[in-house]
């Protein structure tokens, strides 16, 4: 394997060979069965809290399109949920899949949906970087939302309306004044569980928050983050048609809900 990604010589099936983690005891995604989710009343409301002149730029990295945050100090946070202190937002990207019936990284009762939204926030209160972070077992927060097909979104549109300009691997263009609060559903009732960055390398450090209540994406939006190349500028261009890793062993874990 020169590289991972999402084909099938470079896959999820793959990422064990170089990332022996990927058969690890808290590894993400998973299918949350919601039968068997458990009510904690210790759990409390999300306190998301963004300042938009904390986005920077939007890019394509070859396995996803994400914005990127300026997280020097602690401007965009979110706090509360199942979260001791506040944690840094540092980026925001997507997963889909080759057609608008999958996508998703996480499924519900076996459902999965169009794609799916990663707010990225690190634990700075704790750490001193994101790297850091990253290898911590509290050291990220990951606030997942659902994609359902249904109508165009027109806060998405902000990002779908760039994507052209960044159609190939390693593009970025400056990108401000976009507070990411405006994709979240109306209802922040979310589950939670401890799991793992969904990538390699896969490191399990991330506490998993996923919304219970989707936002709608249409056909034509879907179709526009397929159109991303994952492939750099002179190279034989092959489409991001999918990125999504699918669910993992759940292997004992307790999924709460609020
Ligand atoms: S996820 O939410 O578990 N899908 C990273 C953060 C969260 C997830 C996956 C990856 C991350 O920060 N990875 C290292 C930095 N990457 C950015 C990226 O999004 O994935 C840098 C890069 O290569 O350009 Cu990969
Ligand atoms: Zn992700």
Same mark, same amino acid.
């Given at each position: 394997?020169?590289?991972?990604?999402?084909?099938?010589?470079? $896959?999820?099936?793959? %990422?064990?060979?170089?990332?022996?983690?990927?058969?690890?005891?808290?590894?993400?995604?998973?299918?949350?069965?919601?039968?068997?989710?458990?009510?904690?009343?210790?759990?409390?409301?999300?306190?998301?809290?963004?300042?938009?002149?904390?986005? !920077?730029?939007?890019?394509?990295?070859?396995?996803?399109?994400?914005?990127?945050?300026?997280?020097?100090?602690?401007?965009?946070?979110?706090? $509360?949920?199942?979260?001791?202190?506040? *944690?840094?937002?540092?980026?925001?990207?997507?997963? %889909?899949?080759?057609?608008?019936?999958?996508?998703?990284?996480?499924?519900?009762?076996?459902?999965?949906?169009?794609?799916?939204?990663?707010?990225?926030? %690190?634990?700075?209160? &704790?750490?001193?970087?994101?790297?850091?972070?990253?290898?911590?077992?509290?050291?990220?927060?990951?606030?997942?939302?659902?994609?359902?097909?249904?109508?165009?979104?027109?806060?998405?549109?902000?990002?779908?309306?760039?994507?052209?300009?960044? &159609?190939?691997?390693?593009?970025?263009?400056?990108?401000?004044?976009?507070?990411?609060?405006?994709?979240?559903?109306?209802?922040?009732? *979310? %589950?939670?569980?401890?799991?793992?960055?969904?990538?390699?390398?896969?490191?399990?450090?991330?506490?998993?928050?996923?919304?219970?209540?989707?936002?709608?994406?249409?056909?034509?939006?879907?179709?526009?983050?397929?159109?991303?190349?994952?492939?750099?500028?002179?190279?034989?261009?092959?489409?991001?048609? !999918?990125?999504?890793?699918?669910?993992?062993?759940?292997?004992?874990?307790?999924?709460?809900?609020?």
């Amino acid at each position: 394997m020169l590289h991972w990604g999402y084909e099938e010589d470079n $896959g999820p099936s793959r %990422w064990k060979e170089i990332f022996p983690i990927a058969n690890g005891d808290r590894q993400s995604p998973i299918d949350i069965q919601t039968q068997q989710t458990k009510y904690d009343p210790a759990l409390r409301p999300l306190y998301p809290n963004y300042d938009p002149t904390s986005a !920077k730029v939007i890019l394509n990295n070859g396995h996803s399109t994400s914005v990127e945050f300026d997280d020097t100090e602690n401007k965009s946070v979110l706090r $509360g949920g199942p979260l001791t202190g506040s *944690y840094r937002l540092r980026q925001v990207h997507f997963h %889909w899949g080759p057609s608008d019936d999958l996508g998703s990284e996480h499924a519900v009762d076996g459902t999965k949906f169009a794609g799916e939204l990663h707010v990225v926030h %690190w634990n700075a209160d &704790k750490y001193s970087t994101f790297v850091e972070a990253a290898r911590q077992p509290d050291g990220l927060a990951v606030l997942a939302v659902f994609l359902k097909l249904g109508e165009c979104n027109s806060q998405l549109k902000t990002i779908t309306d760039h994507l052209d300009t960044i &159609k190939v691997k390693g593009k970025q263009r400056r990108f401000t004044n976009f507070d990411p609060s405006c994709l979240l559903p109306h209802s922040l009732d *979310y %589950w939670t569980y401890l799991g793992s960055l969904t990538v390699p390398p896969l490191l399990e450090s991330v506490i998993w928050i996923v919304l219970r209540e989707p936002i709608n994406v249409c056909s034509e939006q879907l179709a526009k983050f397929r159109n991303l190349l994952c492939t750099g500028e002179g190279e034989a261009a092959f489409c991001l048609l !999918k990125n999504f890793r699918p669910p993992q062993p759940l292997r004992g874990r307790e999924v709460r809900r609020n």
